[in-house]
């Protein structure tokens, strides 16, 4: 049967494959060969070092890339469900990875890892992936369609109807509180885009409403003095 991965003590660009083809014993090898240029899936795309050669080989059903198998290897009855297959599988690898420490990673994990920062320039991928963040604000101008957002931080921003795609957003009003899912620039935080924007209540408590919540639950200012406590 195929090596394991466990078995894989490190990864060779050069000896991958063969590895994986020797130790699956066909007699018939030959298969239809591709080349991968760029790698997107799921919303995501992971910019390559280099392009990878891929071989689909219908009699066994799999999917071999170089520099890649046995480490990951896609399945399935045809080249589009094994190179999917293959893509979910690297996908998943870099998002549940990604955000680990090295003290954390498994020794499987910790040779994933070393391959697909072989693989794909992860540091550029970070940087250049926005990130999406749920904020609170309200439409600060409007002459007529909304034009600004002050944030519940106080930040304004500038908006146009192109950044936002929810397309009620054009009737707020000035004043109207909203709650929007926002896209920004991981490193600038630049507002990109508003991938979704509703109305809702007011976002913050006001003087009244907070003066009323302290009163139930009291504060720690009016708290007996502990004799004993030294700070």
Not at 189 to 213: A, T, W
Request: glycine content about 6%; proline content about 6%.
């Amino acid at each position: 049967m195929p090596v394991a991965l466990e078995q894989v003590a490190h990864v060779d660009r050069d000896y991958a494959f063969n590895e994986y083809r020797n130790s699956a014993g066909s007699q018939d090898f030959g298969g239809l060969e591709f080349t991968l240029a760029d790698f997107e899936i799921g919303g995501a795309e992971y910019p390559l070092r280099f392009p990878l050669l891929a071989r689909y080989y219908r009699s066994i059903e799999k999917l071999i890339v170089d520099s890649v198998s046995p480490v990951f290897i896609g399945s399935g009855p045809s080249t589009d469900v094994a190179l999917t297959d293959f893509k979910e599988q690297v996908h998943f690898a870099i998002q549940d990875l990604i955000g680990k420490r090295p003290f954390e990673f498994s020794d499987t994990e910790k040779i994933k890892w070393q391959l697909l920062n072989e693989l794909f320039d992860l540091t550029v991928y970070q940087n250049t992936t926005p990130i999406q963040v749920r904020q609170f604000g309200k439409i600060k101008k409007g002459r007529p369609t909304p034009q600004s957002i002050e944030w519940e931080t106080g930040r304004i921003e500038s908006v146009t109807m192109d950044q936002v795609l929810s397309p009620e957003f054009v009737t707020f009003k000035v004043g109207q509180p909203i709650e929007a899912i926002v896209e920004r620039d991981r490193i600038s935080n630049e507002l990109l885009r508003i991938l979704f924007v509703s109305r809702c209540k007011q976002f913050s408590m006001s003087k009244v409403d907070e003066d009323g919540l302290w009163s139930r639950i009291g504060s720690t200012g009016r708290l007996p003095q502990d004799p004993d406590w030294k700070p």
